[in-house]
């Protein structure tokens, strides 16, 4: 809400007086989510220290996003050119927690992300690394899977692909067909293990506190150095998913479906946030294989948090600094890891999330 507040200052100073309501137009990325209808006399006043961020509400209304977004719907024509290209670098650390050969074994590389838009919809997103010092050489156990070695084979990943890898080449195709419905294709090297083609739909209607989300991949094992082959293994992948947000911060999240081993199963998700914006979550994932395919622990289970930026500085700053653990790097319960997951992009974009941070409107 702080970027909206700050818009609606903007406007209501460049507007002429005849103006008596504010619409703006929120969006995540290139989606248009929501649109947010101010009374600017109500806004001005608090401003000016007369009023409250609870009057502006109450003389204020929340929508979801119209079927035609502003975007391809204005009375003015916006100026496009593309491609657009982006990039970043920094240096960033792999590392593999406690294995038999040393509880921490890591890696300090080189990151460099591109992203090239084509369109407005329509992107292609890569990542290089690059070794600067790493200790992956003492790893020395070998996986003993029974079942497809989709995961577990992780240490010749990083001791073969430490000295260049593309860790991803996805060409990405993200839009609306409908309100409150969004959708995302994808095509190339998804992520270090595996390349293929595939997308999800998510259905996140505006005044509800459930979204319903469903994703399918056609998936082949890429080589251990990460470049440009693959292996023999081939599966197709997908889940269903339901999640739901309980009162004090607390989201759930459940998918039932085929993990990349073949195995099918279910795994849930319990996550909190906090008022500072801090999120700490746990997840397990029980498929049909016995304990003895699987191997030691039984099912695949761990934890994560994400730390949000803003919190390290005097004055505002987007972006979260997220960590997980996940002791087991076993075969069972394994995702394909999604980059650009549209529940992930729009779960806090709904009406709880807006009211929830309904006070940052005048900061």
Same mark, same amino acid.
């Given at each position: 809400?702080r970027?909206a507040?700050?818009t609606a200052r903007i406007?209501?100073a460049?507007a002429?007086?005849?103006?008596?309501?504010?619409?703006?137009h929120m969006?995540n990325?290139d989606f248009?989510?929501?649109?947010l209808?101010l009374?600017?006399?109500?806004?001005?006043?608090a401003?000016?220290?007369k /009023?409250s961020?609870? =009057?502006?509400?109450?003389?204020?209304?929340l %929508?979801s *996003? !119209?079927e035609?977004?502003?975007?391809e719907?204005?009375?003015?024509?916006?100026q496009?050119?593309?491609?657009?290209?982006?990039w970043s670098?920094?240096?960033?650390?792999?590392?593999?927690?406690?294995g038999p050969e040393?509880?921490?074994?890591?890696?300090?590389?080189w990151?460099?992300d591109?992203?090239?838009?084509?369109?407005r919809?329509?992107?292609?997103?890569t990542?290089f690394?690059?070794?600067?010092?790493?200790?992956?050489n003492?790893?020395?156990?070998p996986?003993q899977?029974t079942i497809?070695?989709?995961?577990?084979?992780?240490?010749?990943?990083?001791?073969?692909?430490k000295?260049?890898n593309?860790?991803?080449?996805?060409?990405?195709?993200?839009y609306?067909?409908m309100n409150?419905?969004f959708a995302?294709f994808?095509?190339g090297?998804?992520?270090?293990?595996?390349? /293929?083609i595939?997308? =999800?739909?998510l259905?996140?209607?505006f005044n %509800?506190? *459930? !979204?319903?989300g469903?994703?399918?991949h056609k998936?082949k094992?890429?080589?251990?150095k990460q470049?440009?082959s693959?292996?023999?293994?081939e599966?197709?992948t997908?889940?269903?998913?339901?999640?739901?947000d309980?009162?004090?911060?607390?989201?759930?999240?459940?998918?039932?479906?085929?993990?990349l081993?073949?195995?099918?199963?279910?795994t849930?998700d319990?996550?909190?946030?906090?008022?500072?914006?801090?999120?700490?979550g746990i997840f397990a994932?029980?498929t049909?294989?016995?304990?003895?395919?699987?191997?030691?622990g039984?099912?695949?289970?761990g934890?994560y948090?994400s730390i949000?930026?803003?919190?390290?500085y005097s004055?505002?700053r987007?972006?979260?600094?997220s960590?997980?653990?996940?002791?087991?790097t076993?075969?069972?319960?394994?995702k394909?890891?999604?980059h650009?997951?549209l529940?992930?992009?729009?779960?806090d974009?709904?009406?709880?999330?807006l009211?929830?941070?309904?006070s940052?409107l005048l900061?």
């Amino acid at each position: 809400m702080r970027a909206a507040g700050r818009t609606a200052r903007i406007v209501s100073a460049l507007a002429p007086e005849g103006v008596d309501r504010i619409n703006v137009h929120m969006m995540n990325g290139d989606f248009e989510i929501s649109t947010l209808h101010l009374n600017r006399n109500k806004f001005d006043a608090a401003i000016e220290y007369k /009023g409250s961020p609870a =009057e502006i509400l109450e003389a204020s209304t929340l %929508k979801s *996003y !119209s079927e035609t977004p502003l975007i391809e719907n204005s009375d003015f024509e916006l100026q496009y050119d593309f491609p657009e290209v982006y990039w970043s670098m920094a240096p960033a650390l792999r590392h593999q927690i406690g294995g038999p050969e040393g509880f921490y074994l890591g890696q300090l590389f080189w990151k460099t992300d591109t992203n090239i838009k084509f369109s407005r919809y329509l992107s292609l997103h890569t990542s290089f690394g690059n070794n600067i010092y790493d200790t992956f050489n003492n790893f020395n156990n070998p996986s003993q899977s029974t079942i497809p070695k989709v995961r577990s084979d992780i240490q010749k990943y990083l001791k073969e692909g430490k000295v260049f890898n593309l860790a991803r080449m996805q060409l990405q195709y993200m839009y609306s067909p409908m309100n409150d419905i969004f959708a995302r294709f994808d095509v190339g090297y998804l992520e270090e293990m595996f390349g /293929g083609i595939g997308g =999800e739909v998510l259905y996140r209607p505006f005044n %509800k506190n *459930y !979204s319903l989300g469903f994703s399918l991949h056609k998936v082949k094992q890429r080589g251990y150095k990460q470049r440009f082959s693959f292996k023999e293994y081939e599966t197709t992948t997908g889940h269903m998913s339901l999640y739901y947000d309980f009162p004090l911060g607390i989201s759930s999240g459940v998918s039932v479906g085929k993990y990349l081993a073949g195995d099918k199963g279910v795994t849930l998700d319990l996550s909190r946030r906090y008022q500072s914006g801090f999120t700490l979550g746990i997840f397990a994932t029980k498929t049909n294989l016995s304990a003895e395919e699987f191997g030691e622990g039984s099912f695949d289970k761990g934890f994560y948090l994400s730390i949000p930026t803003s919190m390290f500085y005097s004055d505002f700053r987007t972006g979260n600094i997220s960590f997980g653990l996940h002791p087991l790097t076993k075969d069972g319960g394994a995702k394909l890891i999604q980059h650009n997951q549209l529940y992930s992009l729009l779960a806090d974009t709904n009406e709880r999330a807006l009211l929830r941070d309904w006070s940052d409107l005048l900061e």
